[in-house]
């Protein structure tokens, strides 16, 4: 087990709503987990919990079987982590930078040093001031800081915003290789339902700092054919749907078997006297299990 | 060794600083116009006047170590405090508010570490200032008067006027310095604290400024009353470095002055340490 989070409740204060409540979940070692949630679902403060910078009222994470409560620092001698738009010593080069916050993990070899710059494709310019880098650098430069030295569990705090669409397909290309080459096990918390979906083995989903889901993204996700079909005549249209071998998900959004071809489905309905106002193909089927958990309370 | 790598990279982050550099020129500057003020006409003529009737022989004494003591003096006066709490109220608040702090988090070291580590190399800052400030008064010093003299040192702390052979007084000017740096402990102290709570760099100098201002007004206060209070002013304590440039050095009282004001700013490095571990810290 690589990370094991157990019944972690945290309030900020008393009068506020719970960050997180009662929250429980584990990692094996290798597997790409999303944490999924709107803002101010509680994954800051699961992430901040997991890193020590927060302290829980109630529960307790471990890290490769190292309780970060009672033992921050060995927890964290195995944890890289990445934040949401990253902050260096803007006066500093990239070099410099790694090597302040390396100092704090007792220092990398330099073979390593290189290796790690290279592969995170900063080798060009990592002499430069951060201050002339771009966003997708800065990105990079995180990724680098987050594997001196080498961690094996990467925590990824929406690694993706701000970056262009190159340098999110890239982004997801190296946390994939990040698994498959070096073994490490990936914990991203994202809003994006599409990243998640497209990196993740397996997805967490909180709510209201409740976990409202969790499984692998390919079963509980929805795998099959979702579509968001609207009729004035919902309540007629449903049994059509359930001959085609349809079910309702939630409001207007349906899963079919993926054989099902969309067109000849909709000819189908149509034949069958189904006014259609409304068919198009649901943008993820992990979205349409997401909207309709956002649609529940956690309470329900 | 890995301590002392986390303080070399934590100094090589404050001097790669091009802020540092400026404050070092301002500091430079004013002690520009204080020499200025010093060679003047007449403020020249008031110190040969004080000097020939105190010691005699005012080319003797108003040397290169004379000029540079009285620029270092009215220089740290002016800006000592200000910049000292400006740096130190930075290390920890500017840190937070631009967010590099989270990086420094998520690294295998104690929360005691890190803060220890940011509290020595503000110490080690503050003497790299005072050392250079003394040095550049004595080359300005130097330039003005050349090399050799005596060194006559009076201020109202002092009982009487101290007068010292060039060698003596260099001696006495270096060893000065250091214990000036040392001195200000405090005032990093308060600044660390402020710093280690969650408001912004700005609020946690002008906290500091605010309380070192306030207690010298207070300290100052010309009356009877206050005297048998004097001496727990912390303006107060911090003349010890004066102690230094006596004829005769009171080793006794500047070790207890020292050790005082040590201990007070010791004791603001455990309260925001104490208050930063309990902090948490958001991603």
């Known amino acids: 087990m690589m990370l094991d989070f157990v019944s972690v409740s945290k309030r900020f204060s008393r009068n506020a709503p719970p960050a997180l409540e009662d929250v429980s979940f584990a990692v094996e070692r290798g597997e790409i987990i999303g944490l999924l949630g709107h803002n101010g679902a509680g994954k800051s403060t699961a992430l901040g919990i997991l890193l020590g910078m927060v302290a829980p009222d109630v529960g307790e994470v ?182 085609e071998g349809g079910e309702r998900l939630e409001d207007h959004h349906y899963a079919f078997p993926s054989e099902i071809e969309p067109s000849a489905l909709l000819a189908r309905l149509i034949a069958a006297g189904a006014p259609i106002n409304h068919f198009a193909r649901s943008e993820g089927s992990l979205e349409a299990l997401y909207l309709r958990l956002s649609s529940i309370s956690p309470a329900e | 060794m890995t301590f002392l790598r986390q303080l070399y990279w934590e100094l090589f982050r404050l001097y790669a600083r091009k802020r540092t550099y400026v404050g070092f020129g301002i500091f430079l500057v004013v002690e520009m116009l204080f020499y200025f003020f010093w060679t003047r006409e007449k403020a020249e003529a008031g110190m040969a006047k004080f000097i020939e009737r105190v010691a005699g022989g005012f080319d003797e004494y108003f040397s290169a170590l004379t000029l540079a003591f009285l620029i270092v003096v009215f220089t740290m006066l002016l800006l000592g405090v200000i910049f000292v709490s400006l740096v130190t109220g930075d290390i ?26 940011k509290f020595l190399s503000c110490q080690i800052y503050t003497l790299s200032l005072f050392v250079f400030v003394g040095v550049s008064a004595l080359v300005v010093g130097v330039i003005d008067r050349g090399w050799g003299g005596g060194m006559l040192v009076w201020a109202p702390e002092l009982p009487r006027v101290s007068l010292f052979t060039w060698n003596e007084g260099l001696a006495r000017y270096a060893l000065a310095m250091v214990g000036f740096s040392l001195i200000y402990l405090p005032v990093i102290g308060i600044a660390f604290f402020f710093s280690c709570c969650r408001i912004k760099p700005a609020t946690a100098t002008i906290l500091t400024v605010a309380i070192c201002v306030a207690d010298r007004i207070l300290s100052a206060i010309p009356l009877p009353a206050f005297d048998p209070y004097r001496e727990y002013f912390l303006t107060s304590r911090m003349e010890a470095w004066l102690y230094l440039l006596y004829q005769d050095i009171p080793w006794p009282r500047f070790i207890e002055a020292w050790g005082w004001l040590t201990g007070f700013g010791l004791t603001g490095f455990v309260l925001g340490w104490m208050l930063f571990e309990r902090r948490d810290v958001k991603s």
């Open chain 1, 62 to 243: 471990s890290i490769g079987g190292i309780s970060v409560q009672r033992d921050r620092v060995g927890a964290l001698r195995q944890v890289g982590a990445i934040f949401e738009a990253p902050a260096f010593y803007e006066y500093l080069s990239g070099r410099r930078n790694l090597e302040v916050l390396t100092a704090y993990s007792g220092g990398v070899s330099r073979a390593e040093f290189d290796e790690v710059v290279e592969w995170v494709g900063l080798s060009g310019r990592i002499q430069h001031r951060v201050g002339t880098y771009s966003h997708g650098m800065r990105q990079r430069l995180a990724l680098a800081q987050a594997l001196l030295p080498r961690p094996q569990l990467l925590v990824l705090d929406e690694p993706t915003d701000g970056l262009d669409p190159e340098g999110i397909v890239e982004f997801r290309h190296q946390v994939r290789e990040l698994r498959d080459q070096f073994g490490l096990t990936v914990l991203l918390s994202s809003h994006l339902l599409s990243e998640v979906e497209q990196v993740c083995d397996r997805v967490i989903i909180l709510q209201k700092g409740k976990k409202v889901h969790e499984g692998p993204v390919g079963t509980a996700g929805e795998r099959r054919l979702v579509l968001e079909i609207r009729s004035p005549m919902a309540d007629s249209l449903l049994p059509l749907i359930e001959v």
């Open chain 2, 92 to 117: 920890l608040a500017k840190e937070s508010e631009d967010g590099n702090l989270r990086l420094l988090l998520v690294r295998p070291v104690s929360r005691f570490r890190l803060l220890l580590v």
